[in-house]
């Protein structure tokens, strides 16, 4: 009887993908609540609006960046860092918002890493030919949290290699809605984005949005 009725219903879960030990793809699951995201994005920008940062090296980004929530990720000359203030404004950046963190939360909660509150999100926009080469996100004092990422808009190649600099990434196409989130033997994996195809998405125009959620402290 029950599986009678549960015939046509579609399973969600059949959409979770694990691509390395500690890492799942949770395709279209921001999706439910895009206008809500976007609804929401509009306001952190109104406060603190995307910029390219500059590397310690000298280079600026092609990923323009902005955050929310207690803390910021941002690079200059002095080097990487998480800062509580946005240095264009010398304010707090703005709250991260209940749609953010509950959304974090959930993908989190899907891919097995229970309870996850994260205190910065990061958001990276990339017009065509951004892109972001491969590195680790080491910058948080607590490797047993995940990170949790959701992409929008435009899709991007998602470069996903090992803990090796030199292991050869998979490439990963990534579209509006989908949802990486990574931990425990993936946390200090090296990954990276393509450089982004021209294209035009409904919501979002000619660029794509990524929202990086961690637990920076
Ligand atoms: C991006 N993402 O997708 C860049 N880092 O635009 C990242 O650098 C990233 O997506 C750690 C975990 C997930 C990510
Ligand atoms: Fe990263």
Redesign the pocket.
Known sequence: MTADLLENVPDVRASEEVIADGAVLLRGFAKTIEIELLEALRAILEQAPFRHMTTPGGHQMS?AMTNCGNFGWVTDRTGYRYDPCDPQSGKPWPPMPGSFRELARAAADRAGFGGFAPDACLL?C?QPGAR?SL?Q?RDENDFTAP?V?V?LGLP?T?LFGGLKRSDKPRRFR?EHGDV?V?GGPARLVF???APLAAGEHSLLGHQ?I?L?FRKAR
């Open positions: 990923v990276n990339y972001m590195h996100d990170i990422s992409s991007a998602f990534l990486i990574w990954h990276g984005v794509r990524n990086t």
